[in-house]
């Protein structure tokens, strides 16, 4: 499967897990299956919805869905039978370090639903961590491999930069100014390094919304 993707694509998220569990329902873990039934239902309100945007209009082929494994399994089968672009997380939920939600086995539930995008949202700060972001990329250059390899979904990368503390105090606790004047160019800096550790998304997407083909990053770098 050729990389990359060329065509607009409006993309509605609700793969939310943490804040659904806790900030919605207010559970902790593990959940019981009823709970994980109440959830899964409640996105399914959302899908439906997405469902009837579709029929009174909006265009199938630049729409599609981001929902995650452990609530929405069903409504990604659904989707995908239907036609519909999907695109589903990997990460493991409200974490700072990336790693897989299903660890070893992210392959096998990755070829179980065969979305269109496989997600991950990163958390990497340029100028933070470094053993940190090194572990990172390796993760994600092992998903970026793998799923070139086997050609079975493309990848699609939100990248968040949180700021550090001394970046901050720099800037006197103004997180609108560390968005204004540090965030664009740590940005930059960040899928600069993830590129040159060989990780290599079909789609860029930023926490605002916005969202770049690869060769749109390649830009960036230059």
């Known amino acids: 499967m050729p990389?990359?993707?060329?065509?607009?694509?409006?993309?509605?998220?609700f793969d939310h897990r943490g804040s659904f569990q806790t900030k919605m329902f207010g559970w902790k873990s593990p959940l019981s299956e009823s709970q994980t039934a109440e959830i899964a239902a409640a996105k399914r309100v959302v899908y439906d919805?997405?469902?009837?945007?579709?029929?009174a209009g909006a265009p199938k082929d630049k729409?599609?869905?981001l929902v995650d494994e452990q609530f929405g399994a069903a409504i990604?089968?659904?989707a995908a039978a239907a036609g519909i672009v999907t695109a589903c997380s990997a990460e493991k939920s409200g974490r700072d370090e990336f790693d897989f939600e299903y660890g070893e086995d992210f392959g096998k539930h990755i070829d179980s639903l065969r979305p269109t995008f496989c997600k991950v949202l990163v958390r990497y700060n340029p100028e933070g961590d470094k053993e940190m972001n090194?572990?990172?990329?390796?993760?994600?250059?092992?998903l970026s491999?793998?799923?070139?390899?086997?050609?079975?979904?493309?990848?699609?990368?939100?990248?968040?930069?949180?700021?550090?503390?001394?970046q901050l105090e720099k800037l006197k606790g103004d997180k609108g100014a560390y968005d204004r004047e540090l965030r664009p160019?740590?940005?930059?800096?960040a899928i600069d390094e993830l590129q040159r550790a060989g990780v290599d998304p079909d789609v860029w997407g930023s926490p605002c919304g916005l969202a770049w083909r690869?060769?749109?990053?390649?830009?960036?770098?230059?």
């Open 3 to 13: 990389r990359g993707y060329d065509r607009p694509l409006y993309i509605q998220p």
């Open 49 to 55: 919805g997405f469902l009837s945007a579709l029929a």
């Open 63 to 65: 729409a599609g869905i």
């Open 76 to 78: 990604l089968r659904d």
């Open 134 to 142: 090194q572990r990172q990329a390796a993760r994600l250059r092992r």
């Open 145 to 166: 491999d793998d799923l070139a390899r086997a050609g079975r979904s493309r990848l699609m990368f939100e990248l968040l930069v949180p700021p550090e503390k001394a």
């Open 185 to 189: 160019q740590l940005m930059v800096g």
């Open 214 to 222: 690869k060769d749109d990053a390649r830009r960036c770098r230059r």
